[in-house]
Nanobody, 120 residues
Framework: QVQLVESGGGLVQAGGSLRLSCAAS????????MGWYRQAPGKERELVAT???????NYADSVKGRFTISRDNAKKTVFLQLNSLKPEDTAVYYC??????????????WGQGTQVTVSS
């Protein structure tokens, strides 16, 4: 069992910055991937960024060059630095972690979500 607690969301103006944090607890010893999804009302859930041990990162095209994902393995925490924010970045951001199972399967855990609102 893994628990994820997110923080750092809020209201910012377009062009501003925000940093999201997600701290994992519980059975965290076998986490391979940590990342972030986001979902706006009425929109499909979108994978924003992932970081997979040791240091492989992937970003959605919509955030490349603006967002940066990082992790602190000692603290079992993943961060998302959001720069040059746009109104279309407004969404609930969800932290996820993935724990490998047998074969190519994995178990994915979700945080509670944190609201990011970008005003025009």
């Amino acid at each position: 069992q893994v628990q994820l607690v997110e923080s750092g969301g809020g209201l910012v103006q377009a062009g501003g910055s925000l940093r999201l944090s997600c701290a994992a607890s519980g059975s965290t010893f076998s986490i391979s991937t940590m990342g972030w999804y986001r979902q706006a009302p009425g929109k499909e859930r979108e994978l924003v960024a992932t970081i997979t041990s040791p240091s492989s990162t992937n970003y959605a095209d919509s955030v490349k060059g603006r967002f940066t994902i990082s992790r602190d393995n000692a603290k079992k925490t993943v961060f998302l630095q959001l720069n040059s924010l746009k109104p279309e970045d407004t969404a609930v951001y969800y932290c996820i972690v993935r724990i490998p199972l047998s074969g190519n399967a994995y178990r994915q855990y979700w945080g509670q979500g944190t609201q990011v609102t970008v005003s025009s």
